[in-house]
């Protein structure tokens, strides 16, 4: 029997486990529910868990475990002159095994009675069924394929019967538990929490998981490029292995990666605070509740847009248009018409980026000025204060660290921004003052080393990671202190 | 910190050191609220004398905080809330179109349910209003109304120490008596209160209800309460809501031992409500 089909028959179990629990509970309850400890529902779900939690861990155990026993049996069984070869060799041929086994699945089981022992035969005759397998193979491990199958079988057939078992046994066990006093409520809930701290313990652990990969493989990096030359290197210039230059190493200066981050992010927050603070405070105290409930939705809009067509509305729009008139400015100023601005560069890729922060900036500063207190603010305007007195004075002050906050979060993404800056303002890492120029970032660059046919051995493709690690610990950074302050700003009205 | 040092020499300014703008008299004429498509009150018609204490009694959601609201047109900042009628401030309509709101709040204060201080300072808190309005010209000016203002709510000797702490730290009847002040420092005509003592212990009511008789010499005092002990100790007159009408006003002490309407009676002995 298939897993699916196992498993549905599982939960079919747990199922009508859940219904009979139910039923049963309402029955020993003689009509009177008041009297049970639980609520009939309880008492199901208690029966569907104990039908359904053994058994599919069991499945889950044993899907794990099984293959590696498998073949473990089959690979003992191996001739003495594989046996000898080395542990690579061995683990090819169960390799090859382990096809032969899946081609000779492709036939029924007379079917198989038929094909031939050798594997120079055998191999034309899976060909015909699509199979294509390697042309390394040696007679044994036909044998051995055949025993792989029947392992198979024998491990799919206890399963079946045993997880169905445990299934059932768990379906009975639990009604016959079913009485007036039987707990059930505070058992179902305690299962219920170990769910939500699995879901919960997933996203920590991936967290650790990625830094941990990280960690390894910017160890490998630091091994061939000293951390300062890395951290304080003013040049970036990964050169990679050519034919003319089979032993290039490059250059990996950070700091143009780091400046033209940074140089983008405040472009971008200079577009994005102010016209995202200002839209927050209209509509956190000036819109009526019509026009914020249609403006509202429309901002945050913005932030749905995939940043990368962001990035082709700089490319194709904004780039140009700046270049144009800068042009024109140029044409008026000294008479010579060539433009300053260039088409990539670090202003349009602020402006763009900031443009796509707004909806964060307003959004979230919307709800940390309307979060406080109505209190607050009639009781400024009690006091004879204008709106915008009361605003200025009143619930800004009392919102900022939560609008600090905010900006910090924004702040985090701009800096792990990409898109848009690959086609705003160009991949070139450079190093200068004038945002009319191109520059890249820590994103570009490593989407820039990570693209195309790498193997990850060489320095050029290992930075990657050290740059990764880089931006890790920047947001990392701002988004504890922006946790910091929103923390802090919840005690402040207790 | 500094402050408590500057402060020390002016803890003998007089109680009265300025004189306090003369209260004056509201006058109410059929005035109609609604929230939508409901209505809130019914052609109501009220006169609250100057220097007198006038408390607005009734059942949960009668109307009486609605109609405090009315005075100094809180209610413009719901966005549903229609006001109909006349209601004259000594004299002055207040719904008329001549009026600034602004304006209109400055001489008719409001001390609200909860107590409710900026997450400033003590000092800021008071200082508010009388920034707000420029009505100190000089530092000195402003340290004098703030600490008049706290001797009138009868908090200054508490908080004297300490007029850079947070107004948050107070406790809660300090707080009220914070708010207090705060109303007072802008040199109202009229303070209203929307059951100024429901979130305090009785100690704390007790001074803030003597506090409430003292103002009266220099306000005019609308208070909406809901413990008719409250209404009977600190009011002239008291006026009776009920499903959003007027059922009765006059003085405090005829409504409560021979009132009018039999609703009144089941009210205060505590047959409806």
Same mark, same amino acid.
């Given at each position: 029997m298939s897993i699916l089909n196992i498993f549905f028959l599982v939960a079919a179990i747990g199922v009508s486990g859940y219904f009979l629990g139910r039923a049963r509970a309402k029955n020993v309850s003689g009509g009177d529910l008041s009297k049970l400890h639980s609520l009939p529902g309880y008492a199901g779900a208690y029966v569907f868990l104990w039908a359904t939690i053994p058994s599919v861990l069991f499945l889950a155990a044993w899907l794990m475990a099984a293959p590696f026993m498998l073949e473990n049996t089959v690979r003992t069984g191996f001739p003495q002159t594989e046996q000898d070869t080395s542990e690579n060799n061995q683990n090819l041929s169960m390799g090859m095994v382990r096809s032969l086994a899946g081609g000779l699945r492709e036939f029924s089981v007379d079917e198989r009675l038929g094909l031939p022992k050798i594997f120079e035969e055998i191999g034309p005759k899976l060909n015909e069924r699509g199979i294509v397998l390697g042309s390394n193979g040696q007679d044994f491990m036909i044998d051995a394929a055949y025993t792989l199958?029947?392992?198979? /079988?024998?491990?799919?057939?206890?399963?079946?019967?045993?997880?169905?078992?445990?299934? +059932?046994i768990g379906a009975v066990w639990a009604l016959s538990r079913i009485a007036i006093r039987l707990r059930a409520r505070n058992q179902v809930e305690t299962i219920i929490l170990a769910g939500l701290i699995a879901a919960s313990s997933i996203?920590?652990?991936?967290?650790?998981?990625? +830094?941990?990969?990280?960690?390894?493989?910017?160890?490998?990096?630091?091994?061939?490029?000293?951390?300062?030359? +890395?951290? +304080?290197?003013?040049?970036? /210039?990964?050169?990679?292995?050519?034919? /003319?230059?089979?032993?290039?190493?490059?250059?990996?200066?950070? !700091?143009?990666?780091?400046?033209?981050? !940074?140089?983008?992010?405040?472009?971008?927050?200079?577009v994005a605070v102010p016209i995202g603070l200002f839209a927050a405070i209209y509509m956190a105290e000036y819109a009526s509740s019509r026009t914020r409930a249609i403006v509202k939705p429309l901002l945050e809009v913005l932030a749905g847009i995939p940043t990368i067509v962001y990035g082709f509305f700089a490319l194709v729009t904004v780039g140009p248009l700046l270049r144009d008139i800068s042009a024109q400015i140029a044409g008026i100023a000294t008479g010579d018409g060539a433009s300053f601005i260039q088409a990539q560069s670090v202003l349009t890729a602020g402006l763009v980026m900031g443009v796509m922060l707004i909806p964060f900036v307003s959004s979230l500063s919307d709800d940390v000025i309307t979060q406080v207190p109505a209190s607050m603010r009639e009781g400024s305007l009690g006091l004879g204060a204008t709106r915008s007195e009361t605003m200025v004075r009143v619930l800004l002050p009392a919102a900022l660290p939560g609008i600090v906050g905010a900006l910090l979060l924004t702040g985090s993404r701009a800096i792990g921004e990409t898109m848009i800056v690959v086609l705003a303002a160009g991949v070139a890492a450079r190093l200068t003052l004038n945002p009319f120029e191109p520059m890249t970032t820590v994103t570009v660059k490593i989407v820039n080393q990570l693209t195309g046919d790498l193997e990850f051995t060489s320095p050029q493709t290992l930075v990657a990671f050290a740059l990764g690690m880089t931006l890790f610990f920047i947001t990392l950074g701002l988004n504890v202190y922006a946790l910091y302050i929103v923390r802090k700003y919840r005690e402040q009205y207790e | 910190m500094q402050m408590n040092t500057k402060f020390k020499p002016l803890e003998n300014v007089p109680l009265n050191a300025d004189p306090s703008p003369r209260a004056i008299s509201i006058c109410a004429e059929k005035v109609n609220v609604f929230y939508g498509e409901k209505q809130a009150l019914f052609d109501i018609d009220l006169n609250v004398g100057a220097n007198e204490v006038t408390s607005l009694i009734g059942p949960s959601g009668c109307g009486k905080s609605t109609f405090l609201r009315c005075m100094n047109r809180m209610n413009d900042t719901i966005d549903t809330c229609r006001v109909s009628g006349k209601i004259t401030l000594d004299g002055e309509d207040i719904y008329s179109r001549d009026i600034d709101v602004v304006e209109l709040r400055a001489r008719v204060g409001m001390v609200f349910q909860k107590p409710n201080p900026f997450p400033k300072s003590i000092f800021e808190n008071v200082a508010y209003g009388p920034r707000i309005h420029g009505l100190a010209h000089t530092k000195t000016d402003l340290e004098r109304i703030v600490v008049t203002s706290l001797q009138k709510a009868g908090l200054f000797e508490e908080v004297k120490d300490r007029l850079q702490q947070p107004g948050t730290s107070l406790s809660g009847g300090q707080q009220q008596r914070l708010c207090i002040a705060r109303a007072i420092a802008v040199q109202p005509e009229v303070i209203l209160m929307d059951e100024p003592c429901s979130a305090l212990d009785p100690i704390a009511t007790a001074i803030v209800e003597e506090l409430i008789d003292e103002l009266r010499q220099n306000y005019t005092i609308v208070i909406v309460t809901h413990s008719m002990q409250q209404a009977a100790r600190v009011s002239q007159q008291t006026a009776f809501f009920h499903l959003g009408n007027l059922v009765e006003t006059g003085p405090t002490e005829k409504i409560f031992t021979t009132p009018d309407d039999p609703r009144t009676e089941s009210y205060i002995t505590g047959r409806i409500g």
């Open positions: 199958i029947a392992l198979q /079988d024998k491990s799919r057939f206890w399963l079946t019967v045993i997880a169905i078992t445990t299934s +059932f996203a920590v652990l991936s967290t650790i998981g990625i +830094f941990l990969s990280m960690v390894a493989e910017s160890g490998r990096f630091f091994a061939s490029v000293p951390p300062m030359e +890395f951290l +304080f290197g003013t040049v970036w /210039d990964p050169r990679f292995a050519a034919a /003319d230059n089979p032993g290039a190493t490059g250059q990996f200066g950070l !700091i143009p990666l780091l400046a033209g981050t !940074i140089y983008i992010a405040l472009v971008a927050m200079i | -």
